[in-house]
């Protein structure tokens, strides 16, 4: 069985660093400050390995657990970073990481050309072993991860020869990876209604819970309602997706118009630990609090917003015979959904189905 999951930085980097003239890879970071140094004609590996680490988990144990270092080797390497650019890259306070806007530019210069190589080398090692067909996947939760690789599995044993590359997507960017070729299909979170993309059935549906600090005066509540939201802030991520997407995900406003406070994050792990300082409130689907459960943190239920539900997305004019099989047989796999009804008998999509409910 061939499935690989792209989670290693170390040999994604030692590609990286392969394949690209490094050259090229530096005069991009000159061009954040206008001063390349004299002399110095590239960016050492394990300063790109730990940057984009860094950028990625805004958080240094976790960064350093990925790359085998200390933490303090991680801080010297970025800081010698800094100094080789002449800018901070990140700000560092005893409660967070955050990217500076040089950071932020370095981190998207680099990061589209560093995905192409990856799946450039990705696809040519596949073809070295005899793959015939490689089908890149993305997913947006870890339930859904566990749901791709089912079908990853099976995909392999019924089509010989192909190979299946999965990747997270991140909730700051859910359609830009679909778009840009990273991955072929995904399995995301609705709604999506976009002109290129299609989208299939809902594989996954789950009650909608409320993130908060455990001192937080809505867990004293008996009830917390869209209402109440306008008395605190709602963590959410600063995506670059449809304006309906962000609305459906985290409400700008009560049902009497009041506003509900904001505050943007990049991803997932800052959306936690920002509950997790008392910063604000987030939503996360039931199922989630078994891979995201913290002492600091109580899940209130929440059932005054349609329900999370997860489906695939491909392009429209993308539709492979692989992707094909591959839809086939993750709808195979995906839980029977239960079916509601509405008062004429007709049944219901699990959307409506749960608005219905409620």
Not at 20 to 48: M, S
Not at 106 to 130: C, E, I, K, M, S
Not at 210 to 223: C, G, K, Q
Not at 266 to 271: K, S
Request: hydrophobic share 40%.
């Amino acid at each position: 069985m061939r499935v690989r999951a792209v989670f290693d930085p170390t040999s994604l980097f030692q590609a990286f660093e392969a394949t690209i003239n490094a050259e090229i890879i530096y005069d991009r970071c000159a061009t954040l400050t206008d001063q390349r140094p004299q002399g110095e004609p590239t960016v050492e590996r394990h300063e790109l390995e730990a940057f984009l680490t860094l950028a990625e988990e805004l958080h240094f144990r976790r960064t350093s657990e990925r790359l085998g270092l200390a933490q303090g080797r991680v801080s010297q390497i970025i800081q010698k970073l800094e100094r080789r650019i002449g800018a901070r890259l990140f700000e560092r306070t005893s409660r967070k990481v955050a990217l500076t806007p040089v950071g932020e530019k370095l981190r998207d210069d680099l990061l589209p050309a560093y995905q192409q190589v990856q799946r450039a080398l990705a696809d040519a090692a596949a073809a070295a072993r005899g793959a015939r067909d490689v089908l890149r996947v993305g997913y947006s939760s870890p339930m859904a991860a566990e749901l791709v690789l089912k079908a990853a599995d099976r995909l392999t044993a019924r089509c010989p020869g192909s190979e299946v590359h999965i990747q997270e997507i991140h909730l700051s960017d859910p359609l830009g990876p679909i778009r840009s070729g990273q991955v072929h299909l995904q399995v995301t979170q609705l709604p999506i209604d976009e002109p290129d993309l299609a989208v299939g059935p809902v594989l996954i549906a789950e009650d909608r819970r409320l993130l908060v600090h455990h001192a937080h005066p809505f867990t004293r509540s008996t009830a917390v309602t869209l209402e109440d939201l306008a008395a605190t802030t709602l963590v959410g991520f600063a995506a670059a997706a449809p304006l309906y997407w962000q609305e459906y995900h985290c409400p700008r406003r009560t049902p009497s118009g009041r506003p509900v406070p904001h505050v943007a994050v990049g991803n997932w792990h800052e959306a936690l630990a920002m509950v997790g300082a008392g910063k604000g409130v987030t939503f996360a689907s039931a199922r989630d609090e078994q891979y995201h459960a913290r002492p600091d943190i109580v899940w209130l239920p929440f059932l005054h917003l349609p329900r999370f539900e997860y489906a695939t997305i491909w392009p429209r004019t993308g539709k492979t015979s692989l992707i094909q099989a591959f839809l086939h047989i993750i709808n195979e796999e995906a839980p029977r959904l239960p079916v509601h009804r509405d008062a004429h008998g007709r049944a219901l999509p699990p959307t409506a189905a749960s608005a219905h409910s409620q």
